[in-house]
């Protein structure tokens, strides 16, 4: 579904929702200056030499901050993933200008006109992206996987790569349905859905819901539309995934680490939820996990759709957790069904870099470095304030488009999908825009379709409600 509109008015100002939320936009010239001359290194005498392998990437398309290129074997057992990550700590000097600029600001941020990047593009979009044509440092993670999509063996090492080809997903998933496909990712559609499988019988959980995306531009206007995550999408992620519940094994073996972790469910959630399945009239054999029951609904249907963004409540909670020494605390991840670490998006996120570096000395037998165990107690609460921005600037950015697109439409009614409700409001989705926002009424009829007018839209507040029409 797709709702286009053309706009040039000033209170679409994505400018102003960052300065509103303070995240940054330009670096400071220093920061510039010193990632310029880090940029300019040509010698890394530490990583071995692996241009030999065929390596690819995937991304959105147009994408220039490059983390991950992928090459992946049939093997008689199963399969063989190499794996190559930015080294971001080849280029980034410990305790630097640029180094402190990136502890300030966490992760990239991503707006519909210009993201904000981690590290300055000269590094992030340029010197140390594996975009394809020169060699460049890596971390390459080599991951035996057997037929079921259990880990049998993981390596990793400093290595020099060089990618062949930049690759997005829509062109990737036309390929695989023409039988047209790099000869390097021809493996993925057959690991990928071995992998989903894996996750869902350790307890996984995808909910399958289409995200609210902006696109376009100033001149040619905005559009609000859902997204589903295209079949190759789901499969590489799941690669990352498999990267992540390496590195998470790896430091919890080593009793020192930073995982990426989340609490299983409170029991009275899965009643909750099971209680909803019941009035929407979704199945939920006896036994069954959520993930799976999950995993067999088409959420394009509102009562699946509905069902899912109530599951939702079970992937709330996630943080970072530092591991040092061999207690038995949890270190799961509700989501993944297994412990889990981010290490795959180095240019885009701060503590993957720190956890890399606690793999690759646990690898060799080292003493983690000074700069990575010092910092490493600080990580968490960096990390949440970070999160916790990114995720009311998506939703600001989203509103603010939401808010324009109805800000005309006001008194209209509306046909949408309850997909909450509670005593005297709930929230629903539009068929046509989709808009999603607070729709007044008691105890509306969740997973149904109902009549509703805007009584709302506020360019300035970026807030949006409903009423729903009896």
């Known amino acids: 579904m797709l709702h286009r509109i053309v706009v040039t008015d000033p209170s679409l100002d994505f400018d102003a929702i960052r300065a509103d939320l303070d995240v940054p936009t330009q670096f400071p010239p220093e920061v510039t200056r010193e990632a310029q001359h880090c940029a300019s290194r040509t010698t890394f005498d530490d990583h071995v030499d692996r241009t030999d ?29 190499h794996y190559a990550i930015v080294d971001v700590a080849a280029w980034v000097e410990p305790g630097g200008l640029v180094d402190d600029e990136a502890r300030r600001r966490t992760q990239t941020f991503y707006a519909p006109d210009q993201r904000t990047p981690l590290y300055p593009p000269v590094l992030s979009e340029s010197a140390a992206s594996l975009l394809p044509g020169n060699p460049r440092p890596a971390v390459l993670w080599t991951i035996d996987v057997d037929a079921s999509g259990d880990t049998t063996n993981v390596e990793l090492q ?87 519940r390496s590195a998470a094994t790896m430091m919890v073996d080593r009793g020192l680490g930073i995982l990426r972790t989340l609490p299983a469910p409170d029991p009275a959630l899965i009643t909750d939820l099971a209680a909803a399945a019941k009035r929407l009239g979704i199945e939920w054999p006896n036994g069954v996990q959520p993930g799976k029951v999950l995993a067999g609904l088409d959420t394009s249907e509102p009562p699946a759709a509905a069902f899912a963004e109530t599951a939702s409540g079970l992937l709330r909670g996630a943080g970072y957790t530092v591991v040092r020494g061999t207690a038995t605390t949890d ?97 629903v989705v539009l068929n046509e825009p989709p808009v999603r926002a607070r729709c007044d009424g008691e105890h509306l009829p969740l997973g149904q379709s109902i009549r509703v007018r805007c009584v709302e839209a506020d360019q300035l507040s970026r807030k949006v409600r409903f009423e729903r029409v009896p």
């Not at 390596?55 to 199963?78: F, H, N, W, Y």
């Not at 057959?190 to 996984?204: F, M, Q, T, W, Y």
Request: glycine share 10%; hydrophobic share 40%; net charge negative.
């Open 331 to 427: 270190h799961g991840h509700g989501g993944v069904g297994a412990p889990y670490a981010h290490v795959t998006a180095p240019l885009r996120r701060l503590a993957d870099r720190f956890a890399t570096e606690i793999c690759l000395s646990g690898s060799t037998n080292r003493p983690v470095p000074t700069w990575v165990d010092e910092a490493l107690d600080t990580l968490p609460t960096l990390m949440a304030q970070g999160d916790r921005k990114a995720k009311k600037f998506d939703r600001a950015v989203v509103d603010g488009v939401e808010s324009l697109i109805l800000s005309h439409r006001v008194d209209e009614v509306f046909t949408a999908t309850v997909v909450d409700s509670g005593e005297q409001f709930g929230e």
């Open 53 to 81: 392998l065929e390596l690819v990437t995937i991304d959105p398309l147009g994408a220039r901050d490059l983390d991950q290129a992928v090459a992946i074997e049939s093997t008689t057992e199963g399969w063989r993933v």
């Open 158 to 244: 400093r290595a020099m790569v060089q990618s062949r080809a930049q690759l997005d997903y829509r062109s990737v998933q036309d390929g695989f349905t023409s039988g047209e496909v790099h000869r390097s990712i021809v493996a993925l559609r057959e690991i990928g859905p071995v992998l989903i499988a894996n996750g869902l019988a350790r307890g996984a959980i995808d909910l399958g819901l289409p995200e609210q995306e902006v696109v376009g531009s100033p001149e040619q206007g905005w559009s609000l539309q859902l997204r589903a995550d295209l079949e190759v999408e789901k499969w590489n992620a799941q690669i990352s995934l498999l990267t992540g």
